[in-house]
């Protein structure tokens, strides 16, 4: 079981900014994807962000476009979400997910899942 754990979530005001973190394990051949997910009470998980490993190409849900972004350090082993403008909308748990399959990924199916982190937003 591959670990991956996230940090940097928080308790904030309306639009103000966080940036969430998910260290994972130094790849070697195959390479993984990497998206972010978040669920909040009483809802199912939903499809944050993703990026793909070779070309960091970049997916947003609707609902995050303009405000979010995903990027990833490869050096450091750290995939990243920079939350900005934050909304209690956006109140859930985060959590990073990879998978070698990018569709998959996006659909929720993944190889490793971490522990997820608390992101609370109050206006």
């Known amino acids: 079981q591959v670990q991956l754990v996230e940090s940097g979530g928080g308790s904030v005001r309306t639009g103000a900014s966080l940036r969430l973190s998910c260290a994972h394990p130094?790849?070697?051949?195959?390479?993984?994807?990497m998206a972010w997910f978040r669920q909040a009470p009483g809802k199912e998980r939903e499809f944050v962000a993703s990026?793909?490993?070779?070309?960091?190409?970049?997916d947003y849900t609707d609902s995050v476009k303009g405000r979010f972004t995903i990027s990833r350090d490869k050096g450091k082993n750290t995939l990243y979400l920079q939350m900005n403008s934050l909304k209690p909308e956006d109140t859930a748990v985060y959590y990073c997910?990879?998978?070698?399959?990018?569709?998959?990924?996006?659909?929720?199916?993944?190889?490793?899942w971490g522990q997820g982190t608390q992101v609370t937003v109050s206006s």
């Open positions: 997910a990879e998978d070698a399959n990018i569709i998959k990924l996006r659909q929720g199916v993944a190889r490793s």
């Open positions: 990026i793909t490993w070779e070309d960091s190409i970049t």
């Open positions: 130094a790849y070697s051949y195959p390479y993984y994807h």
